[in-house]
């Protein structure tokens, strides 16, 4: 397996939470999630480094949490409480490409890398 596997998207009411889970295929120096509303660009959700640093997108700061497990090659992503400007169709990203690093921090933007999962996706309503 190379390119990353997500499961756990699904439709839930406003305030509800859901939990994320993606399995990658390779141990990769950067790791996050993404997201894509209809007629948006892809965006970046959360990212964690190697050094298991966390970074977060503005608008789920204090609402999402990323977690890894890095034995079992598993990334997950909390998300509580859901807003519905949260639905979008949610990836799960693995490998930073270094031409894309932002200093020596992990790329925050969909060229920077190099496995995409399917998406899966999630619902919020009002």
């Known amino acids: 397996q190379v390119h990353p596997v997500e499961s756990g998207g699904g439709s839930v009411q406003a305030g509800g939470s859901l939990t994320l889970s993606c399995e990658y295929g390779e141990s990769a120096n950067c790791r996050g999630w993404f997201r894509q509303a209809p007629g948006k660009e892809r965006e970046g959700v959360a990212l964690i480094e190697a050094d298991a640093t966390m970074t977060y997108a503005d608008s789920v700061k204090g609402r999402f949490t990323i977690s890894q497990d890095k034995a079992k090659r598993t990334l997950s992503l909390t998300m509580n409480p859901l807003k519905p400007e949260d639905t979008a169709t949610y990836y799960c990203?693995?490998?930073?490409?270094?031409?894309?690093?932002?200093?020596?921090?992990?790329?925050?933007?969909?060229?920077?890398?190099?496995?995409w999962g399917q998406g899966t996706q999630v619902t919020v309503s009002s």
């Open positions: 990203a693995a490998g930073g490409r270094r031409s894309f690093y932002v200093g020596t921090r992990c790329p925050t933007a969909d060229p920077g890398y190099y496995y």
